[in-house]
Each structure stands twice: as C-alpha cells, then as structure tokens.
C-alpha cells in the first residue's frame, strides 16, 4: 500500500466530512475513526460510502463489510486498493 493512497484516503475524509483546519497528516492512521479517534458516526460513514465510491469507483455492499472497512485509515486503504477498478 502507497503512502500517496494513504494521504489521498485522508484528503477524501477531510473532503467528504468537511473537517476545517485538519490536514491528512493530522490524522493517525490506525486510529480508529469511530468513538475514539477521529469520533465519527453513522452519517459520516454514509458520506464516506459515497466519496469512495465517487473518487476510488469503490462500492461497500453491506454494513458488516463497512464495519471492517471503515475501522481505521489503514483499513479503508486497504479495502480501496483491493477492490479499486
């Protein structure tokens, strides 16, 4: 997995979120990006549903696959570069 992946997954979130005043390196990672960590909720999963697939042409199928997709940068990394078209 690239580094210019990861900045660009941390550039999307800030994007789709709307985060003023955070750059990709503000966010860790392998923090978690619900609760803890960046603190987002189910709304912000749906925009983020849609910015994958919008910017990566990426689809997650179901809530289980977003649970696992969406716990952390790394793992949305991940998911994107496996599955991206």
Not at 31 to 55: C, H, N, R, T, W
Request: net charge negative; no cysteine.
């Amino acid at each position: 997995m690239s580094d210019e992946l990861i900045t660009q997954v941390k550039q999307m979130i800030i994007d789709a979120l709307r985060i003023d005043g955070m750059a990709p390196a503000d966010i860790d990672t392998d923090a978690p990006l619900f609760g803890e960590g960046l603190g987002l909720d189910s709304i912000d999963a749906l925009q983020l549903v849609v910015a994958m697939e919008k910017d990566f042409g990426v689809v997650v199928p179901d809530a289980a696959t977003g649970t696992t997709v969406f716990a952390s940068v790394r793992s949305m990394t991940d998911y994107i570069a496996a599955n991206r078209k």
